[in-house]
């Protein structure tokens, strides 16, 4: 009797584990990309990324060269600035390999206080701008060197 009792406990685990082993987990498959968690079976992606797997960076959307004109005290000039990526931080680009500016949403950003090296002079500079979804940027920043301050205004596409 208690043979038959020990084995038909033993067979019916058996059957449990061998059939619970079975199920599929529903984000066992999931290759969520950038980080991101899957969570019943779809990757939930944040606000720097999307795509099924969270495989696309949204910052991604704004690399490449933008051309337009920059204005300050009135004067005019023709300008290009080119923008990639910046290390892991989904949020941040890097502005001709010299300065960063960080997204604060999808179509706005904002250029930290930052130091950087113009022709030999250290110069801070800081700022805000938008990009539109028509492929055009505006972007306003001030550059301090020396005590003096110079605001811009660069408009543009990409």
């Not at 000039?77 to 010299?98: H, K, M, P, Y």
């Not at 706005?108 to 130091?115: C, I, T």
């Amino acid at each position: 009797m208690n043979f038959l009792r020990n084995f038909t406990l033993l067979l019916f685990l058996s059957i449990f584990t061998l059939t619970q082993s079975c199920v599929k987990q529903p984000c066992s498959e999931i290759p969520c990309h950038n980080g991101e968690d899957c969570i019943n079976g779809a990757c939930d992606c944040m606000d720097w990324t999307s795509g099924e797997f969270c495989q696309v960076e949204i910052r991604s959307r704004y690399y490449g060269r933008h051309y337009g004109t920059t204005t300050w005290f009135g004067h005019l000039q023709e300008t290009e600035i080119n923008f990639t990526q910046d290390g892991a931080n989904l949020q941040r680009i890097l502005v001709d390999d010299s300065y960063y500016l960080e997204l604060a949403t999808v179509s706005e950003f904002f250029v930290p206080k930052q130091e950087i090296n113009i022709q030999g002079v250290s110069t801070t500079i800081q700022g805000d701008g938008i990009l539109y979804s028509n492929r055009k940027i505006e972007y306003n920043y001030t550059l301090t060197s020396n005590g003096i301050t110079t605001a811009y205004t660069f408009k543009g596409s990409y």
